[in-house]
């Protein structure tokens, strides 16, 4: 009878608590996508609608001054010591028509992504394949097949490319030390024709960036694969299926929903470390804020384009294998 | 004399033997199938061990080049007689490196930053995961959607505001303004964190959390006592990956952390070309010839060789610790597009 007569404290019902534990929890990336991401996207859209001028904090009468001694014609703002002046698309029109070198880079690291995609694709997918199955030295090979994505530094890159180009060190002209992977000349040696030597060598060049380029979407390709349902293919294997067979009808479908996680990064991946990249930044530097956002936005706009017929093109070609579980 | 002939009557025997048993294979079907599967797999095998065996050395072929160009004397770059084994061993290049990007306290610098922000990384990221897939409320959906959109929106189109806001607050000569980005999950590549630690912990069995809750366990003892535990493997490839993004990372370290206050590792690398003059003469070498010498391709080239070595070296070594580890993980996360 006492404990009826006790005051009990109703507690949170458990739906309430979850929703008040998922804000919290939510917390720190709510006010990181409030106040940086979304803050900086509608900034970033001011800048690259206007000229900016940085100021640092200053007084009202010290803008109007500013204003009238620059003789600023167009709609004027001033916010955290930056001084907007509105001027329309002319950044954009400026970075696509007037500056020297953006469209070109632009263009040209775009069609090198397009070109990279499904060769990268496809190579991580066989090399995830061919590191699934057992063999000895297993576990070796991944090791080292993941260096790449351990020591891919920009930094490094940027430091070679100042020096010596880096393909000519790969390459092996008669650089001393640099110059002992002779591949070429042992092949012309022994009679093959050159032109076939050529295209191997630059096969084996570019083998390293692209493992290189491509170390995470192996990793994404291997936990697809390892998530395959064995009894799929022994299910195949007991109705006479050969391991090709096997490959193609089962293999390929199960994990072509993972293609288009790796190829969206692969593409978001390519741009980040395109040349791009740096001149938006060396824009930035020489304080023409406006252009560089613009630059910015129609870098943007070229990445979401070629995601958005990526996923269009792969969303049609995937595989949903409907498991409920 | 007895041992020859009994062995050659085993011979006979074993010869008699091995053609009845062959006859019959051979007659039959399925000897001939194995025969021919094993051939196969025998082939396959060996074609597979070369292609694996060439990769290997394509990857690990510039990382042994770089190593011998760095403990090789600098008049052995030009020395045609050299491959692979260097005429005298010297660590001339590396010390002119190491000051070149001021490696000590820059490796001060870069370690506590990549540890700081793995560290926060994780508490935010794991945190979030964990919200969206289990502590569902409506209009999560769109959140996630959102989720997705900050992985997908390239970083530069951000960087100016950014910076301007970091600026503002003139903490752009600290580390805080990584920080801070690490704690809003707004970090490299956070989005992924996110995406991968909500994949794992959609699959752990909802078993788990009910027995927790009926043991009397709250929503936060649940997720760091039962659920956290049992996503080991997204929290050690969140962990090793933030760490290694970060320390390689240029673009985020460049935009908001000026050089001139704070040695990055990376940032002193990608700089290393122009500092050279200077430093070559700092070092004692006469000035013409450290102009020659930083002029010089093969010189510059081989130094930030080297400079790359220095910066990669704590990562290659704590590689091979955790490599086991971190190859069977990334496995097990299972990420779904």
């Known amino acids: 009878m006492k404990a009826l007569t006790l005051k009990v404290k109703k507690p949170m019902s458990y739906d309430k608590q979850k929703m008040l534990f998922g804000i919290l929890f939510l917390a720190p990336w709510l006010i990181g ?14 800048y690259s609608l206007s000229n900016v ?43 696509w028509n007037v500056h020297s070198e953006y469209r070109r880079v632009l263009i040209s690291s775009m069609v090198e992504s397009l070109i990279n995609l499904p060769v990268i694709l496809i190579f991580s997918l066989l090399i995830a ?7 000895k030295g297993n576990v070796f090979a991944r090791a080292i097949f993941f260096l790449p994505v351990i020591l891919a530094s920009e930094a490094v890159t940027i430091a070679l490319s100042q020096a010596v180009d880096l393909q000519a060190l790969m390459q092996g002209d008669s650089l001393g030390i640099f110059g002992n992977f002779q591949l070429n000349t042992l092949l012309i040696e022994s009679g093959f024709p050159e032109s076939v030597v050529e295209f191997l060598v630059s096969i084996v060049n570019t083998i390293f960036v692209i493992i290189s380029l491509a170390g995470v979407q192996i990793l994404i390709f291997l936990a697809g694969l390892q998530s395959i349902p064995t009894h799929l293919y022994e299910a195949a294997k007991v109705e006479g299926a050969t391991p090709y067979e096997s490959f193609w ?55 979401m384009l070629l995601l958005g017929i990526f996923v269009y093109l792969a969303n049609k070609g995937a595989f949903y294998y409907d498991d409920e579980r | 004399m007895t041992n020859v002939k009994s062995w050659f009557a085993k011979l006979v025997i074993r ?34 061990g070369f292609i694996i065996f060439g ?33 005298t061993i010297s660590l001339q290049t590396i010390k002119i490196a190491a000051s070149a990007i001021d490696y000590f306290a820059a490796l001060r610098n870069t370690f506590i930053m990549a540890v700081g922000v793995m560290v926060i990384t994780l508490f935010t990221t794991s945190l979030a995961g964990y919200a969206f897939a289990r ?48 704690f809003t999950g707004m970090g490299i590549k956070a989005g992924i964190f996110i995406f991968i630690f909500n994949q794992v912990f959609r699959n752990l069995p909802k078993e788990l959390e009910e027995a927790a809750l009926i043991d009397g366990c709250g929503i936060v003892r649940t997720f760091y006592n039962v659920m ?26 460049q935009l908001l952390i000026s050089t001139q206050y704070l040695d990055l590792l990376s940032l002193n690398i990608a700089e290393i070309a122009p500092r050279l003059t200077y430093i070559l003469y700092q070092l004692g070498i006469d000035q013409t010839v450290a102009e020659g010498m930083s002029r010089n391709p093969l010189v510059v080239g081989t130094i930030a060789n080297t400079a790359a070595i220095l910066m990669l070296l704590p990562l290659l070594i704590g590689y091979i610790f955790v490599q086991r580890l971190f190859v069977e993980s990334v496995e097990r996360v299972g990420i779904v597009g």
Not at chain 1, 33 to 39: D, E, M, N, S, V
Not at chain 1, 275 to 297: E, F, R
Not at chain 2, 20 to 45: C, G, P, W
């Open chain 1, 33 to 46: 996508f409030a106040g940086i991401f979304l803050y900086s996207m509608i900034d970033s859209v001011i």
């Open chain 1, 53 to 95: 001028y940085f100021l640092g904090p200053a007084s009202a009468d010290q803008v109007a001054a500013y204003i009238a001694d620059q003789g600023l014609v167009g709609q004027t703002f001033f916010k955290m010591g930056i001084l907007f002046e509105f001027v329309g698309l002319d950044n954009f029109v400026y970075a």
């Open chain 1, 129 to 135: 394949t061919m590191l699934n199955t057992k063999f």
């Open chain 1, 249 to 303: 009808k089962i293999t390929i479908p199960m994990v072509s929903p993972h293609v288009i996680t790796v190829g969206v990064f692969t593409i978001v991946d390519s741009f980040l470390k395109s040349p791009v990249t740096s001149l938006i930044i060396q824009t930035k530097d020489n304080q023409q804020y406006g252009v560089s956002s613009a630059m910015a936005w129609i870098y943007f706009v070229a990445v």
């Open chain 2, 15 to 48: 010869l008699k033997k091995g053609l009845s048993k062959s006859k019959e294979k051979v007659t039959s079907k399925a000897f001939k199938f194995t025969v021919v599967n094993k051939t196969k797999q025998t082939s396959i095998s060996i074609i597979r």
């Open chain 2, 55 to 87: 990769l290997c050395f394509i990857v690990i072929y510039p990382i042994l080049q770089m190593i011998v160009a760095s403990i090789s004397d600098l008049r052995d770059l030009n020395d045609p007689l050299v491959v692979w084994i260097p005429r």
């Open chain 2, 135 to 182: 502590l569902r409320f409506k209009g999560m959906t769109v959140l996630f959607i959102f989720v997705v959109f900050t992985i997908v929106v390239p970083p530069q189109t951000i960087a100016m505001p950014m910076f301007m806001i970091f600026n503002y607050f003139g903490l752009t000569s600290t580390f805080w303004p990584l920080f801070i980005l690490a």
């Open chain 2, 228 to 253: 956290l535990p049992n996503a080991k493997s997204a929290v050690v490839t969140v962990m090793l990956f933030s760490f290694v993004w970060q320390w390689n990372d240029v673009f985020y370290s």
